[in-house]
């Protein structure tokens, strides 16, 4: 985890690398749970008989549920000690999903900082997230995440 003192510190961090957090299991607990407050129970995520037989060997996590997890891990990377007012999630400039979280499986975030740019609403910060999969060379996604700080 990276702290920095204000947001001020954080402005001239841009291109600093955030580290890694702890890994999580994803089970199948947890995607039933994300298929049911979605409404998508499509077969490769819920139906685990159909799934084994499938392509991908297992149930498999959703994209989406795998990109919400970054609500999960962003606490673990950064930490502002005299912190804004507030923080709001300000979209996505850009999200890949590079191969399926299988069920079973244990992800982490590693991130990095990227731009943190001054605004007249507040300060724009970008950091991109890459969703390592635990024994895979290749991560579950990548995502430019930004957020609002408004100080």
Do not use: C
């Not at 600093?16 to 994300?34: A, C, M, V, Y």
Request: no cysteine.
């Amino acid at each position: 985890m990276r702290v920095f003192a204000n947001t001020q510190e954080l402005v001239s961090a841009a291109g600093t690398d955030l580290g890694s957090t702890d890994w999580i299991e994803i089970d199948q607990n947890r995607i039933d749970l994300f298929a049911d407050a979605t409404n998508d129970h499509q077969w490769i995520h819920v139906d685990r008989e159909k799934a084994a037989a499938g392509p991908f060997g297992a149930p498999i996590a959703h994209g989406y549920l795998s990109l919400s997890l970054l609500s999960h891990f962003s606490p673990q990377l950064l930490k502002v000690t005299e912190p804004p007012q507030m923080v709001i999630n300000y979209g996505l400039n850009k999200v890949r999903f590079l191969q399926p979280v299988q069920v079973g499986s244990r992800v982490r975030d590693n991130a990095e900082l990227t731009t943190v740019k001054e605004t007249p609403k507040g300060i724009l910060v970008t950091v991109t997230h890459t969703v390592e999969i635990q024994g895979e060379e290749r991560p579950a996604l990548v995502a430019e995440a930004l957020g609002l700080w408004i100080p």
